[in-house]
């Protein structure tokens, strides 16, 4: 991809899109011309809705497709719907996470198995997928990690190493795949608190351990995927953290 206005036509699948950061990457790209594979798992009208809006705003820009990310016959028939669709793949963004703590003593083989899959197990079966068309774009695949791959989350020991793996995968991608594509990585701070909530305090807690004392928006995390994809042809292999400064003092 070539930088600046280079999203005007290309295609970019985004997992996890129907909602929260998700739906956020999918206008941001969709806003900068991108035609947009919206994949969903539960959310479909959610999903259905974004699709909607978007193809509202320029025809045959988006389509909504669902798959089991942890079913992997599912993965290559998701490119296949994108490349159907829009007749190439140029950004895959593995942004699909499950997230729930896992205290020691208490961990199930079945949280592993849920936990590892969609946060490690899923992006790389579904970068493999992609990888011909990428290839042929010469395209970039974005990882969103979690600074809690490099600084474990207390009771959330299955998570953060899930994570970690992400950032190891996102860095051998870039050696495997390269130098046809690009892969890089983000890994956000505090910018949502989980659908389950989190109490008042702890999130203060939280806010107060970022060098810039406030918590992010998704548009800090948009504005990175979007640098990787426009501006940053020279990149690859890297992770970066968009997190107010906490990584930093820890």
Do not use: C
């Amino acid at each position: 991809m070539t930088p600046l206005d280079s999203l005007t036509g290309r295609v970019v699948l985004i997992t996890g899109a129907a909602r929260r950061l998700g739906a956020g990457l999918a206008r941001g790209f969709h806003s900068a011309g991108a035609n947009i594979a919206i994949h969903y798992h539960r959310s479909e009208s959610d999903a259905e809705r974004l699709r909607d809006e978007f193809n509202t705003t320029r025809k045959d820009s988006a389509i909504a497709t669902s798959a089991n990310l942890l079913d992997l016959a599912e993965l290559p028939r998701l490119v296949e719907r994108a490349l159907t669709a829009f007749g190439r793949l140029d950004v895959l963004i593995n942004n699909a996470s499950t997230f729930y703590p896992t205290p020691v003593g208490s961990i199930e083989p079945s949280q592993w198995d849920d936990l590892m899959g969609t946060n490690l197990k899923a992006p790389l079966f579904l970068s493999q997928a992609a990888a011909p068309a990428l290839r042929r774009a010469q395209g970039l695949i974005i990882n969103m990690i979690d600074i809690h791959g490099q600084r474990p989350l207390r009771d959330h020991p299955v998570y953060s190493t899930a994570k970690a793996g992400l950032a190891m995968l996102t860095r051998s991608l870039a050696r495997e795949l390269g130098p046809d594509i690009r892969v890089n990585g983000i890994a956000p701070g505090p910018i949502l608190w989980p659908d389950s909530g989190i109490n008042q305090h702890l999130q203060e807690e939280i806010i107060s351990r970022t060098q810039l004392k406030r918590r992010g928006s998704p548009d800090d995390i948009v504005r990175t995927a979007l640098f990787f994809a426009t501006d940053a042809p020279y990149v690859t292999g890297q992770i970066l953290a968009v997190d107010g400064g906490r990584s930093v003092s820890w």
